[in-house]
């Protein structure tokens, strides 16, 4: 993260195009999944290699489904233990169940193989996960999309294999009021823990089968009698249709959480020897051309479909074919605040949706400059996320990425400012990336929460937690009365999403944490303290030597309740690891120890774990700009002058941090 911000001019776009064509930097999209190991065998299983770069891992994901048959071209197997199977790059992969050696089988579909990231070399191997569901198999098999699980032959076909799936997994077949054990891992609803494991055994009564089960009878209730002399073999019973509906939009939710984020435009100078912008960023104009506006930004999609985020927007004048490169060195930004009601992606279409910010008055700006554009609204209109990655500006680099022309141009990402009463002061083509892809899965070894564990065991989750956020010496050393720190308690919830923890919803940052409690008014009364999302835990994890148990998350503070806190990043460039290890070896009653560190050397913790801030960061690039032009021999004139409070700002750009138990919380013990 440090070099994120720090060393390029343009932080976020270059990354941008590097995550776009290759696997290179940041490392994976996942943390810890481990596709080697197999969830069950067949004798004629042959996988392809991990050494192998040109297969690609893919995961199975109604939630996580493990001893799932799959073929693709001269590779097969079966799911891992996280619902992983492994085929090579642009082949058809088809998933199906049948017994080990049977004749018999159940097939649910194919799907092309499509890398999230393109390899540009055969040495670079592409390490995200494919994350395929009920509702792309369904689409892929009827070759039409599904905009909602309410109605159609599709959505029939996903909620219907996703039915079949959860039916026959140990979660349906287990004890709930038995502990979480060995085979009996009954289906719980408040936490992401879920995987649908199908044994050898179930899977054996396939052959209790008269006829083959196609893909297309899962359209229908055709395959409800195919299977019929199964389920009476295996003694199972079908869940019910609405609940394998609900199941399955968790799990779409969970999908689609993430980070989004956009910069400003990318350097022409990489490309002015082909003529060829790539429109990798986020700008426009106003209608007349003698104004530009360039933007960055930062969301976070929560697993519950909630979203919070931010956003900068830089405008000058359209004095050049280079003006929107330089934008946000010249000028000062005006924040841009995630709307209460903005849902950012449509976990169906993979479409904006309602993804709009209110612009806030230009930052360090006093009198009725501040306030050209302030209350305006800056919104996404068109865009399609792709390959769950990226939407992007440019039929160019849609072609390039896809590999073939675009077909439909609202796929291509635009946006819209307008103002109070509705009239368009910019607009403009817009690339929108992901990055910090979420686990639908957190390993329960790991996750541990009331309803995992036995009687008389302890469990952490929900974990009421206060993080430490150090500033860098080149902010306090002249600044005798400026804060080395800033505290912000937290709650990472069951569900695996981040809340804030503060008894004052006012200011969360130096807050008090409450561990959840509610509040005493002045009256005595009862108050329950709004909090407010913050972030998600992407992956849960135990170190290879079994004796760490990390958590993974990705946090984004907006909001003036954050103080100078407003605008920090955590986990989103430099990964984040929590060693919960220390809450294992307590009782119930003691706080436990946990602490941070970074993720990106794997089980090493030696290299502290980082913050930064998006807002500080461009201020610190603006200002170092400013510094060299004021010693180049033919400076530019049309600068932002830069103001006291920027330089200090500009020392705010990143540093460490530290997370603790908070003072009111204990571990428990199921009772």
Do not use: H
């Amino acid at each position: 993260m440090r070099n994120f911000y720090q060393a390029s001019k343009l932080p976020f776009a270059l990354t941008s195009l590097c995550l776009l064509l290759s696997a290179c930097g940041g490392g994976s999209n996942t943390i810890n999944e481990n596709p080697s190991t197999g969830g069950g065998g067949t004798s004629t299983a042959v996988e392809c290699a991990s050494s192998d770069t040109t297969c690609v891992d893919l995961v199975f994901d109604d939630t996580p489904v493990v001893n799932l048959n799959y073929e693709c071209g001269k590779y097969r197997g079966v799911t891992s233990n996280t619902g992983v199977a492994r085929c090579p790059a642009d082949s058809n992969v088809t998933f199906y169940l049948k017994a080990n050696d049977g004749k018999r089988r159940i097939d649910l579909g194919s799907i092309a193989v499509k890398p999230v990231r393109n390899s540009i070399s055969s040495e670079v191997q592409d390490t995200s996960l494919i994350r395929i569901t009920t509702k792309d198999l369904a689409e892929s098999v009827s070759n039409t999309s599904i905009s909602s699980l309410d109605n159609g032959a599709a959505a029939t076909m996903a909620i219907n294999i996703s039915r079949l799936l959860q039916s026959i997994a140990r979660s349906n077949l287990s004890d709930p009021n038995q502990p979480y054990l060995g085979k009996n891992e009954p289906y719980i609803d408040e936490a992401p823990v879920n995987r649908v494991y199908i044994d050898p055994e179930i899977k054996a009564g396939i052959e209790k089968l008269t006829e083959n089960v196609v893909a297309k009878d899962f359209q229908d209730k055709t395959f409800l009698s195919k299977i019929q002399p199964w389920l009476e073999d295996k003694k199972i019973n079908l869940i019910s249709e609405a609940e394998a509906k609900r199941r399955l939009e968790k799990v779409i939710l969970a999908k689609n959480s993430g980070i989004f984020y956009a910069s400003p435009s990318l350097d022409s100078g990489l490309f002015q020897s082909t003529g060829v912008d790539l429109k990798l960023g986020v700008s426009g104009t106003d209608g007349s051309n003698n104004n530009t506006a360039s933007v960055a930004m930062f969301a976070l999609t929560s697993r519950n479909g909630e979203s919070t985020g931010y956003g900068l927007e830089w405008f000058g004048k359209a004095s050049d074919n280079l003006a929107k490169y330089t934008i946000y060195l010249k000028n000062k930004y005006s924040k841009m605040r995630l709307t209460d009601d903005a849902k950012v992606f449509d976990p169906y279409t993979n479409r904006f949706s309602n993804f709009k910010f209110t612009l806030q008055p230009k930052s360090y700006t006093e009198g009725t400059n501040a306030n050209t554009y302030a209350g305006d609204t800056f919104r996404f209109v068109n865009g399609r996320l792709i390959r769950d990655l990226a939407v992007l500006g440019s039929a160019d680099v849609y072609n390039l990425y896809n590999g073939e022309n675009i077909k439909d141009i609202s796929e291509l990402g635009t946006w819209e400012q307008k103002s109070s009463i509705g009239v368009t002061s910019f607009s403009g083509t817009a690339s929108v990336f992901k990055r910090g892809a979420v686990n639908t899965y957190l390993d329960p070894a790991v996750w541990r929460v009331k309803q995992l564990v036995q009687k008389g065991e302890t469990y952490q989750f929900p974990l009421y937690a206060t993080l430490t956020i150090s500033y860098r010496d080149a902010y306090t050393k002249d600044c005798d009365s400026c804060a080395k720190q800033e505290t912000l308690p937290i709650a990472i919830l069951a569900n695996g999403d981040i809340v804030t923890d503060g008894n004052n919803q006012t200011t969360y940052t130096n807050a008090t944490a409450i561990c959840g409690q509610p509040q005493q008014d002045q009256n005595n009364n009862s108050v329950v303290v709004k909090q407010k999302l913050i972030g998600t835990v992407r992956a849960a994890y135990p170190s290879t030597s079994g004796n760490d148990y990390y958590i993974s998350p990705s946090i984004v503070l907006s909001g003036s309740e954050f103080g100078a806190l407003d605008g920090t990043l955590i986990g989103v460039g430099d990964r984040v690891k929590i060693n919960l290890a220390g809450l294992r070896t307590v009782s119930a009653g003691q706080r436990g120890s946990i602490n941070a560190t970074s993720a990106e050397l794997g089980d090493i913790d030696t290299n502290p774990a980082i913050w930064a801030n998006t807002y500080n960061s461009f201020t610190s690039l603006r200002v170092a700009y400013a510094t060299a032009n004021e010693q180049a021999k033919d400076p530019v004139k049309d600068i932002d002058p830069i103001t006291p409070a920027e330089k200090r700002a500009a020392n705010q750009d990143y540093g460490t941090l530290q997370i603790s138990t908070s003072q009111c919380y204990t571990v428990r013990q199921k009772d």
